[in-house]
């Protein structure tokens, strides 16, 4: 199915593993752009088929795959910009991300977020479980968007316009 140079991608991307953060590790990602927003260390195996090419093609060895809550997507992030989730001593991290809704005017997203990290798991696995099932409508939706916009960029190309009887 796949061509051999992205059947060994997918074989390494499928192993991508870590010592210190496991497979259901909540974690705290700080991405530019952002505050420190909470995450799962994730899998490929987890991901809805249709986003495997993106996310395979978008792998960088060394990286782990992170699952975001809230909004649901996937990344691949450097471990030092990782930090595992140590309960009862998040409040700082919490106040940050409604103060950066707030500014970002994104505090429906901050919001679910929240809703989502209160309901977190007691393990990694069940917390897998319970974020996989989450985000198989919202990943749908997302793919749907997706295909809409390049099937109106294939019929609308940007530089071009439409006229009347072409």
């Known amino acids: 199915f796949y061509g051999p140079h992205l059947?060994?991608?997918?074989?390494?991307?499928?192993c991508t593993r870590s010592r210190s953060m496991p497979l259901g590790s909540s974690v705290w990602v700080k991405v530019?752009?952002?505050?420190?927003?909470?995450?799962?260390?994730?899998?490929?195996?987890?991901?809805?088929?249709?986003t495997w090419p993106d996310i395979i093609t978008s792998y960088v060895p060394g990286k782990l795959l992170v699952r975001y809550y809230g909004e649901h997507s996937s990344s691949w992030v450097a471990p030092k910009q990782l930090v595992l989730w140590e309960d009862g001593n998040e409040a700082d991290k919490i106040e940050a991300l409604k103060a950066w809704?707030?500014?970002?005017?994104?505090?429906?997203?901050?919001?679910?977020?929240?809703d989502e990290i209160a309901g977190r798991a007691d393990s990694g696995e069940e917390e897998l479980n319970r974020m996989s099932r989450m985000g198989w409508t919202y990943q749908l939706?997302?793919?749907?968007?997706?295909?809409?916009?390049?099937?109106?960029?294939?019929?609308?190309?940007?530089?071009?316009?439409?006229?009347?009887?072409?």
């Open 101 to 114: 809704g707030k500014k970002a005017n994104r505090t429906k997203l901050v919001s679910a977020t929240l």
């Open 7 to 14: 059947a060994t991608v997918l074989r390494e991307v499928r």
């Open 141 to 166: 939706d997302h793919l749907q968007m997706a295909a809409r916009a390049r099937h109106s960029a294939l019929l609308h190309p940007t530089g071009t316009t439409a006229t009347a009887g072409s």
């Open 32 to 50: 530019m752009g952002y505050c420190a927003w909470p995450g799962l260390i994730w899998s490929l195996d987890l991901c809805a088929r249709a």
